[in-house]
């Protein structure tokens, strides 16, 4: 529908709607998602009531609008730490970089003390497409585990060691309160 508040009377039906009819509706958006992006907020909300993996990778690959960065916020708390560090690893991997970014400032809160994540948060930091992502991530609210890794990494003038002192600078300035919110 071209009506915005016709679209949002049907993704609130779907809601409302018997499990079968979900994943029929579902299945058909999923089959036209690549050429038709506009049934990113179906796939969404099919996806947080279905839990369907392959329906939140679908999603992180073709999606975009207004409707994924609160769909990827409802993926979290559907989702186990250890799916959801696997959804992050294939957002990196698979999902253009700024529906990974989405997903790393979604769910790096709750991921920051995972070791494998925090592993590949720190790899990312030399990655031209993430990297920066991965420094806002890594400054907030950094663990001991965090900061001993970006002060390892930030010896040197890689691209990657700047950003680890970025991400530490960041960090030093919220809590010295020189950061503005």
């Known amino acids: 529908s071209s009506s915005a508040p016709q679209r949002y009377g049907q993704t609130d039906a779907l809601k409302m709607a018997r499990f079968t009819e979900v994943m029929a509706v579902q299945d058909a958006a999923l089959q036209r998602l690549t ?3 506009a ?3 179906v796939i969404a909300v099919t996806a947080a009531i279905t839990a369907d993996r392959d329906a939140m990778e679908a999603l992180l690959v073709s999606g975009n609008g207004a409707g994924l960065a609160p769909a990827l916020r409802q993926f979290e708390a559907l989702l186990g730490t250890n799916e959801l560090a696997g959804l992050l690893e294939f957002a990196v991997f698979e999902a253009p970089p700024a529906n990974a970014s989405l997903a790393m400032a979604a769910w790096w809160p709750r991921l ?3 070791p494998a994540t925090r592993t590949l948060m720190i790899a990312l930091l030399g990655d031209a497409g993430l990297g920066s992502s991965a420094v806002l991530a890594l400054a907030q609210e950094p663990d001991i585990q965090t900061i001993k890794l970006l002060q390892d990494s930030a010896a040197g ?5 700047k950003r680890a002192q970025q991400a530490l600078d960041l960090n030093r300035a919220r809590l010295t309160g020189e950061a503005r919110p």
């Open 35 to 37: 050429e038709h992006p």
């Open 39 to 41: 049934l990113s907020p």
């Open 112 to 114: 920051r003390h995972d």
């Open 157 to 161: 003038e890689s691209v990657a060691a």
